[in-house]
Nanobody
């Protein structure tokens, strides 16, 4: 059974940092690609960062220089380290994985950037 479970969202002040985690099953390395997307109220879901199994990370322009995607194969976990958060980063963040040609999503974790 394919599962993606996020954690780490919350409320943070502008300029602050958060790290999101996503634990995957089966092993993270069995996914063709993994990453993070986000969706703000009334908006479509958009890419934040992703990487293919053997590829380099790809970032949305809004994330470049502030966010970093990484993974720990031993823990079957991918991370999104977010620095310099802005109010416009407020959204539900979803872990993404492509496994055997199908897209899978986590349940989402809310990130709110507000003073």
């Amino acid at each position: 059974q394919v599962q993606l479970v996020e954690s780490g969202g919350g409320l943070v002040q502008p300029g602050g940092s958060l790290t999101l985690s996503c634990t995957a099953s089966p092993s993270i390395f069995s996914f063709y690609a993994t990453g993070w997307y986000r969706q703000a109220p009334g908006e479509t879901r958009e890419l934040v960062a992703r990487r293919a199994r053997w590829g380099s990370p790809v970032y949305a322009d809004s994330a470049k220089g502030r966010f970093t995607i990484s993974r720990d194969n031993a823990k079957n976990t991918i991370y999104l380290v977010m620095n310099g958060l802005k109010p416009e980063d407020t959204a539900a963040y979803y872990c993404y994985g492509n496994y055997s040609g199908r897209d899978y999503w986590g349940q989402g974790t809310q990130v709110t950037v507000s003073s």
